[in-house]
């Protein structure tokens, strides 16, 4: 250190309180082919204690008189500056945290780039997304701390989160060429994206990407996979169909107890569905609504004409509470039955999907459980009309498959999951399924393992759509169990190789647990209290200057912090080029209202 501009004059606690040599005084200094910034707010000074050199930050400054006894009592003023300690170097390691104080006397010295960029830079210089604000110095960010964490990038609309996100991906993927392949053996990255922004060349290259576009307006769009486990789950279909407690979920654990007892084949529904028919007939017991809920079936069954044919003429005698079939009474037992249906066997399509054999099940479980007295069709219906709307759009979207890990059967880097087509009930839905998916997959894959060799990241922009506690438009019970599994992800998952990365413009609509856990922050600019309440709350590694600065930063600048950062940066994040930004740039209103005028 060779540039002197001041020494200490008190030290009070951890405020460090020095005089500025008047010389010292301009923006710019010039000092044997180096150039220094002049003190001001938020500057790095250095005070030297012995053999160690306290780094300090300038946070406030004033003038103080200074009298003189002469004839004239000349007044001057010396110019005073409050610092704050930062940490200290031990030869050329820097080390944050106050460990050392400076004493009163102590010189006080600039620091150039070089030491500033020591400060901050992390990384080994081969991961930086952008520049200090101050210094404009381009600082590294260390990637292999980073990645192996959970992320939250926030900002208000327009403040530029989407870009520091894809800029955060971009660089890692599209940087060192061995990187990337050791990425792509060991590691996949879901998108799970609201707004269709990263369909395009966003992220990474084509040929590493796997775009899929979900449209519930429209057949013939994408789908996504999910495993049998995950969908044949009473707890998930309760909640999907929105069961009642008492009457509705019940029956649905019998409907998916009969699936692991016997098997989703066409044989089993075939063999379950004509024992059923046949049950419908010679019971002494028999449900009038039971005729209606066959017909229900009639699009999924082969034989179909002839099944409407022979339903069509079965009325039911209410004087003797049986089906009649022109003169033959089914009173109960074969004989009746096989009088008209001796020859007549129901078969079901071979290419029908998971949906429609799960609606097979429903109906056949009904029917059963009417002829035994388990349950009043009145209390089924609603959930059956409720499935049939939920599936109708399901089915649009969903590849239901006997695989249990989908996501490691496609081979690409990135997988972008695009909901801009999808009605607001699949965007609730959506995001839980392939979450819940895709994480007990993942974990049952490595749980066994001492070493884990695969990891997932899920990417989540937009998060407050599917994480906040605010919502009104979805059951309580439903929201409640995409909370605790988010919340379970966000709290177990670092031990499975799972890691989440939020995006959203309101942090204080998330569920406060998830913002606890949350390891690393790139916040931009935040506006409304009660963001602000929550991210001084949160996050304990925020300086006085960095929390005053979130409201009034530019677009594409953010705080940096978190367990990777010894330190919070205020970076300005560089901005990607055409075609590879997310697409949310602000509309050039000049430009399409000046084209009128043309």
Same mark, same amino acid.
């Given at each position: ?379 089924? @219906?609603?959930?059956?009309? *409720?499935?049939?709307?939920? +599936?109708? /759009?399901?089915?649009?979207? %969903?590849?239901? $498959?006997? !695989? ?44 066994? @393992?001492?070493?884990?060799? *695969?990891?997932?990241?899920? +990417?989540? /922009?937009?998060?407050?759509? %599917?994480?906040? $506690?605010? !919502? ?44 606890? @856990? ?10 409304? /209290? ?69």
């Amino acid at each position: 250190m060779e540039l002197c501009i001041g020494e200490v004059i008190a030290v009070k606690g951890i405020k460090i309180i020095i005089k500025v040599y008047e010389q010292s005084n301009l923006e710019t200094i010039f000092y044997k082919g180096q150039t220094y910034q002049g003190i001001s707010i938020n500057e790095h000074l250095c005070i030297q204690r012995g053999f160690k050199d306290i780094i300090a930050k300038v946070e406030g400054e004033y003038l103080d008189e200074s009298r003189a006894e002469t004839e004239n009592h000349t007044v001057s003023y010396i110019r005073k500056v409050e610092l704050q300690p930062l940490g200290h170097f031990e030869g050329e390691s820097f080390f944050e945290g106050v460990k050392h104080l400076p004493m009163i006397g102590d010189r006080v010295f600039l620091l150039n780039k070089e030491k500033i960029y020591q400060i901050y830079s992390q990384g080994n210089g081969d991961f930086s997304i952008g520049q200090t604000i101050k210094d404009s110095i381009r600082i590294s960010l260390p990637w292999q701390h980073l990645f192996n964490t959970h992320i939250g990038v926030f900002g208000n609309t327009g403040s530029g989160k989407s870009n520091t996100l894809t800029k955060l991906y971009t660089e890692l993927f599209n940087g060192d060429v061995k990187r990337t392949e050791a990425i792509n053996k060991h590691s996949k990255f879901i998108v799970i994206d609201f707004n269709g922004e990263y369909t395009g060349k966003q992220l990474v290259s084509s040929e590493n990407k796997n775009v899929i576009k979900l449209n519930t307006r429209t057949s013939g769009g994408g789908k996504v996979s999910l495993s049998e486990s995950s969908f044949w789950s009473a707890e998930v279909l309760g909640l999907l169909f929105k069961a009642t407690e008492n009457t509705q979920k019940p029956f649905i654990n019998r409907v998916v107890s009969g699936f692991v007892r016997f098997g989703d084949s066409v044989e089993t529904l075939e063999r379950y569905l004509n024992s059923t028919f046949f049950s419908m007939f010679a019971s002494t017991s028999q449900a009038r609504e039971s005729i209606d809920l066959l017909r229900a079936l009639g699009s999924m069954l082969d034989n179909e004409s002839d099944v409407s044919g022979k339903l069509n003429q079965v009325t039911w005698y209410a004087k003797g509470s049986v089906f009649r079939l022109g003169n033959v009474y089914f009173n109960g037992g074969e004989d009746d039955f096989n009088k008209v249906f001796c020859d007549f066997k129901l078969s079901i399509k071979k290419d029908i999907d998971t949906f429609e054999r799960f609606k097979i099940r429903c109906h056949l479980q009904l029917i059963n459980d009417l002829l035994h007295g388990f349950v009043q069709f009145d209390f089924i @219906q609603p959930l059956l009309k *409720r499935m049939d709307a939920v +599936i109708y /759009d399901l089915s649009k979207v %969903i590849n239901v $498959q006997s !695989s249990e890990n989908t996501v490691q059967q496609n081979n690409k880097l990135l997988t972008v999951i695009s909901l801009r087509q999808c009605n607001q009930e699949i965007k609730k839905i959506i995001p839980l399924l392939l979450t819940l998916n895709y994480y007990e997959a993942h974990k049952k894959s490595v749980q066994e @393992q001492s070493n884990i060799d *695969r990891t997932l990241h899920l +990417i989540i /922009d937009e998060a407050h759509n %599917i994480l906040s $506690q605010q !919502s009104n438009r979805e059951a309580e019970s439903w929201k409640d169990y995409r909370l605790e599994l988010f919340e379970e992800i966000i709290k177990e998952g670092r031990k499975f190789g799972v890691f989440l990365t939020l995006s959203s413009q309101r942090p204080a609509d998330i569920s406060p647990t998830i913002m606890s @856990q949350i390891h690393n922050f790139f916040i931009h600019r935040l506006v409304n /209290d009660k963001d602000l309440f929550l991210i001084d709350n949160t996050i304990s590694s925020l300086d006085a200057f960095s929390k005053n600065m979130i409201p009034k930063l530019a677009k594409g600048c953010c705080v940096v912090t978190g367990t990777t950062f010894d330190l919070p940066l205020l970076i300005q994040v560089d901005k990607m080029l055409d075609g590879q930004r997310p697409d949310s740039d602000d509309i050039d209103l000049e430009k399409l209202w000046g084209a009128t005028h043309d």
